[in-house]
């Protein structure tokens, strides 16, 4: 895994939290200590905000997926997406919105893409091989729910190793 992962709006944050590591398979992990966070179900990662524009990215496999998903051909539900690698193809939008968002509920929830699985976090390698997580800190859920910790960082580094084949 080479790339960064996740953040729709296409910029990755810098924790400011004390910083903490595991080791998984893919070597040292860094994430913030002592967050919480709880999905509120605002789906504002489905949709452009005053001032941000949300870049709904896709990995191949994603592509796949939601196609097999929804019997929808990948020109129907995205778009090229040239020089967002790993990400290929970027989700349509209508008005400002993801296709598949309904009301505020994703209608191929099980399907959904891998930067929304990971949304709010976001995964980049450093020069040195580690990898560092993330986090938009401007996602309501922050500073909500219970405390999130390695459980949650290792499962998503799994999902990303998994998703792009790495
Ligand atoms: S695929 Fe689902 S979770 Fe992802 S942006 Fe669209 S509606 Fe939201």
């Known amino acids: ?35 919480t966070w709880t999905c509120i179900g605002c789906a504002n990662s489905c949709r452009d905000l005053p001032g941000r524009k949300r ?54 929830y099980r399907a959904r893409p891998l930067i929304c699985r990971f949304y709010p976090f976001s995964l980049r390698s450093l020069s040195d091989g580690t990898l560092e997580v993330g986090f938009d800190p401007s996602c309501s859920g922050i500073g909500k729910g219970p405390s999130r910790g390695e459980k949650l960082f290792h499962d998503l580094v799994t999902l990303a190793r998994k998703e792009l084949g790495s």
């Not at 929808?72 to 690698?85: D, H, I, K, N, R």
């Not at 790993?86 to 598949?100: A, E, L, N, Q, V």
């Open 55 to 108: 870049n709904i990215l896709l990995v191949p496999s994603d592509t796949k997926r939601i196609s097999s998903a929804t019997k929808l051909t990948a020109q129907e539900f995205s778009l090229s997406s040239p020089g967002t690698v790993p990400y290929d193809r970027k989700m349509k939008k209508h008005k400002g919105k993801c296709i598949f968002l309904q009301g505020s509920r994703c209608s191929i």
């Open 1 to 35: 895994m080479d790339q960064s992962i996740g953040s729709a709006s296409g910029h990755f944050k810098r924790s400011s939290h004390t910083v903490v590591s595991f080791t998984s398979d893919e070597g040292e992990v860094r994430y913030p200590a002592n967050l």
